[in-house]
Each structure stands twice: as structure tokens, then as C-alpha cells.
């Protein structure tokens, strides 16, 4: 599709005898919310350092905002924002220190560069605590940060690694409203999870375990394809146990 | 390097002084940890002997045993204990009450007024082989002194048909503190050199940070240069203080310019960063990076640079060996340029040294450092 913002071929990675990445592809298009849903290990971090650039893929092909990652990933880089999984931001820092030096990491200067850090103030109502060090934060606050750290520079496509992993229901409720209204602006965004739950926020997702991928589609086509009998209105919990046990019974059978 | 560039890279240098501001544990490894090993090795490693305790054993007493005697007890480098039988001193020196024994048989004054050949017995423990030797040199010294004292007073010429006038060369107090520390100055700063680029970097590393920092669009050569500017600062602040050590508390000479010892130490400097930055491409956890500097680092410049264990009376591998460290290099500016000056020619070989191995290490860590995770 010409649209396609990312796309993904055959991706493959091995540290040494162990495949944490097996022959993975999709497609995601401009504007869009994608997730890849799997258990701890499953292969999601992984597939994203390749897709941010941080890491080499062993076989296959990645394309991100146009750019071939294995040749142009510092072109790629000023279109991408990444949040990882741990809070990565300087904890010894305040809110405004740390603002000020990711929007110069990613070429911010001047009277942009302002803007974007009263933008970031406002927009995440980060204003009363710019002077607090970043490690005494609260944990909604810390990612609520991070997220303006990775936006400093208004990339396309926006990494969200586990992005709500450990904060209460409320402040994540906060976090996808967020997501949404940059999706609609245009961003697209890529996001890991383990919550079943934050999976009904993607338009698309994946299925991931061991790897490789189980299952592809929107969470409504995924659900329905675990329906049974026994279970006329599966969740996405029931759906994901379905599509995992479906992938080892006939290695069980074997 | 553009302008951009270059306002990126105030960006880290902000950063990081920022970060050194806000947690001192990098002003601790320039300032706290080079005086802290300074003052222990400083007052600790002495290899003179001073006030060495050590056993008179006078089996006869006479007029002319007292007199040899009391040249022991004027003798700066001794403490002398009487003891009465040859066993007593020995019982002493084995229980390290005593280093040494001196011994003047029952016959000692007779055979001596006889004009005759007087024999006196000297025993020495050398478990330490190095202050063994000392202290028979300054025996001899003692007897020697005595002898022509003894000349002297009797009007008469000396009895040694020679006699050995010692002349030291630059280090004329024959102080081995004033030898040691520049030599320790040298060892010390290797360390905190390596230290600090490679803790700072592991901790990003452990933090998170350098991932964080990956994604954007600074570069490797951004983020190493934004590592050594700043702790080539601190590192020459804590050279600094480090002569400032040596000059004021320990009185050690510095004859040489002060020039000589900044550009020599800032080359060396660069050169410690650089291991420092190499260590880290390899560890990235703090433990980890701070095992490996001080193996790789401290202890070969303790050992190998020349600073205590002479480099000419090692075996030739070994000697071959200590071209590869650095210290070695600077421990012998820092000799000569706190001791004897501005030698150029002592200087100019090891500063080119220096720069050749400040060349290979930031160029090794240049390369192998990559914007990447695995």
C-alpha cells in the first residue's frame, strides 16, 4: 500500500542460538494506532530497536518514513520519537532540564525550541513542577514527560514501548486520549503492550509470542475469530489464550 | 562540525555539567579520590629508613665500645637497643622487635688497641631484601664515620687509604617521597581518568539514557566529544590538587614550568579518558566498568610504569611490556620536570609517546562505538 508509513518484511533477529524475532511482517499506515500485543519476551521490544534504528535486523527488510533503516537511519531518526519501556530520561535533571536538552538532541534551537518546551509545559501540564528533579516525580507525571520528551521535535511516528506498564487506570485512561488526538493529527503510533484491555485502542494489532506472529488484524476481527460455543463474546484476554494455545497444540500434538 | 552541531553539542555539554552539579559522584573520583590515594600512599610508601630499631650487643663495655656506640645513637637512621648476649638480640630480631644486629665481640677493644684486625659482627633480617640492604649501607656508613672521627681526634690521617664521598644527583635529600609522588601523581591520575569516563558512560547505559539518547539525532562523535570535554576538566582540576599535594603538604620540588607539566599532563589526560571511553563501549554496568579500569588501568601502572619497580632491572618481556602503558610515559616527564627540570630530552620523547597513545584511544573508542544496542 502507498500509504504505508511503516513497512516490515520477513524481519528475523538472532542472539546467537536464540531467534527473538522469527520472519515477522506488517504494514502500518499513516494516521494509525498499532499494537503488538504478546507476553513478556514475546519479541516486542526487539522488533522495535530494529524499527527505531538501535538495532541491526539479522534478515529482512524495514522501511520507516520511507528510509531504508540500514542505511539512512539518522534520516529516519528526525521522523521518529521513541519512549522505552524504563523511564530513560535524566532523573538527577528537572522537568525543565530535561526538556530543554532533548529538544536540542533532536536540533531544536532558538525560538522553535522554546515554543516546543512551553508547548510541552502546557500541553502535559508539566508548568508547576519544571523545576522538580525528574527521578522524585510521580510515575504519571515521569511518563507523562517522557511522552513530551519524544514529542519535542513533532515526529510522524511515535515508539511506544509498554508506555502505561505501572500506572493507575485513570492516568492511563489520560495517556491513550493523548494518543488518539495525535493520531488524528496524523502521527502514527506504535505501541507495545501486555494490557488485553489498551489492545481495543489499536485500529490494528498483532499477536506475538516466541517471536514470531500469531495473529494479525483489528481487535474486533481478532475476538470474533475466537468465538465459540462456549464462549458466544470473547474479550481480548479470551481471544489472545485462544490464538497462543491454538499455536502450541499442534507442537503438543507432535 | 556546523553550526548545529555545534549547538547540539552545548546542548550535551550543558547536560552533563549539569549532571556533575547535581550528583557530585564525578567531582568525587576527580578531587576526593586522587587525594584520598595520595595522602594514604604519600605518608605510607616510604623506602627510606629512618629510626630503624636495631640491637648493640656490647659483650665487653670499654671506653672505645661506648664511643662506636654513641655514633649509632647520633645516627639518624637508628634506634639502637642494648642488649647484653648475642641470644637476647637474636630472640629480638625474631619476634621483629629489632631489625638488625650489631655486634662487638669480648676481644673487639683488644684486638682493636692491638692495631690489629678487629672484627665486628653484623646481622641483618632480610625478609625485606630492599631495606636489608639499607640498613647495611648505613651501618657501614656509621662505622665509617666513626673511623675517621676517630682519626681525626687521634691527629692522625684517616685509616681507609680511601674513602667514598657519595653524590647524589637530582634529588639531593635522597628522599624517596620526593621520588614516589610524582611517580604516584602519574598512577593515581590513570585512574581517575579511566574512572571517569567510564562510569558516567556505563551509568547512562544502566539508566536507560543512552537508548533514549540513541533515537535522537545526536551523534556517536556528539556524545563522546560531550563526555571528554567536560571530564578532561575535572580531571585536570584533580591533577591540579594533586600537585598542589605533592608541592605543599608533601614539599616536593617542582623544578621544571608549570607548562610543561599542564601540556604533558593534559596529553596524558587524554589518553586516560580514552581508556576510560574504550572500557565503556565494553561494560555497561557501573560494577563491571569499575573492575575493568582498575585491572586494566591502576594495576599495570602500579606495577609496570617505573614509578617504584625500576623498568631496566626488569626481565627484557617484561620490559617490552611496559611500552604499552601509558603511565610509563608520564611517570618519567613528572620525575623529571618535579626533580630536575625541563629535560628536554627526557620530556619530548614521552610527550610523543603520549600523544601517539591519546591517538590510539580516542581513536579506538571512536570505532567501536556505535549508535547501537547489541
Known sequence: ???????????????????????????????????????????????????CGLLPPTSGTLRVAGFDLRGAAASARGRIGYMAQKFSLYGDLSVAQNLRFFSSAYRLTGARQRARVAWAETEFELGPMRDATARDLPLGFKQRLALACALMH?????????????????????????????AEQGVTVLVTTHFMEEAEYCDRLVIMAQGAVLAAGEPEAIKQGARTATQPDPTMEDAFIAVIEAAQAPAQAA | ???????????????????????????????????????????????????????????????????????????????????????????AMTAQQVQGIVWLPSDFTRRAEAGGNSPIGVIVNGVDANDARIIEGYV???WAAWLTARAQAAGGRAPLPLSVQPQVRFNPAVDSRDYLVPGLIAVI?????????ALVIAREWERGTMEALMVTRVTMREILLAKLIPYFVLGMGGMAASVAIAVFLFGVPLEGSVWVLTAASGL????????????????????????????????????????????????????????????????????????????????LPNALALAVMAAIFLGLARAITHKRLD
Open chain 1, 1 to 51: 500500500m502507498a500509504g504505508d508509513v511503516i513497512a516490515v518484511a520477513h524481519l528475523t533477529r538472532r542472539f546467537g542460538a536464540f531467534v527473538a524475532v522469527d520472519d515477522v511482517s506488517f504494514t502500518v499506515a499513516r494516521g494509525e494506532i498499532f499494537g503488538l500485543l504478546g507476553a513478556n519476551g514475546a519479541g516486542k521490544s526487539t522488533t522495535f530497536r530494529m524499527l
Open chain 1, 154 to 182: 513533532e515526529p510522524d511516528i511515535l515508539f511506544l514501548d509498554e508506555p502505561t506498564s505501572g500506572v493507575d487506570p485513570l492516568a492511563r485512561r489520560e495517556f491513550w486520549r493523548r494518543i488518539n488526538a495525535l
Open chain 2, 1 to 91: 562540525m556546523n553550526a548545529g552541531a555545534l549547538r547540539r553539542l552545548f546542548g550535551l555539554l550543558r547536560k552533563e555539567s549539569l549532571q556533575i552539579w547535581r550528583d557530585p559522584s564525578a567531582l568525587a573520583i576527580a578531587f576526593v579520590l586522587p587525594a584520598v590515594l595520595l595522602l594514604i600512599f604519600g605518608y605510607g610508601v616510604s623506602l627510606d629508613a629512618r629510626n630503624v630499631p636495631i640491637a648493640l650487643v656490647v659483650q665487653q663495655p670499654s671506653a672505645l665500645a661506648a664511643s662506636f656506640t654513641s655514633q649509632f645513637a647520633r645516627s639518624p637512621f637508628f634506634r639502637p637497643r642494648r642488649f647484653l648476649t648475642i641470644q637476647d638480640a637474636e630472640q
Open chain 2, 140 to 142: 657501614q656508613q656509621v
Open chain 2, 189 to 197: 591520575m590513570t585512574l581517575t581518568g579511566a574512572l571517569l569516563t
Open chain 2, 268 to 347: 596524558f589526560m587524554l589518553t586516560a579518558l580514552g581508556m576510560g571511553l574504550v572500557i565503556s563501549s565494553v561494560a555497561r554496568n557501573q560494577f563491571v566498568a569499575g573492575q575493568i579500569a582498575i585491572i586494566t588501568t591502576f594495576l599495570p601502572a602500579f606495577l609496570l610504569s617505573g614509578f617504584v619497580f625500576d623498568i631496566n632491572s626488569m626481565p627484557r618481556v617484561v620490559q617490552i611490556i611496559t611500552h604499552i602503558v601509558a603511565a610509563r610515559y608520564f611517570v618519567a616527564i613528572l620525575q623529571s620536570v618535579f626533580l630536575a627540570g625541563n629535560v628536554w630530552s627526557v620530556i
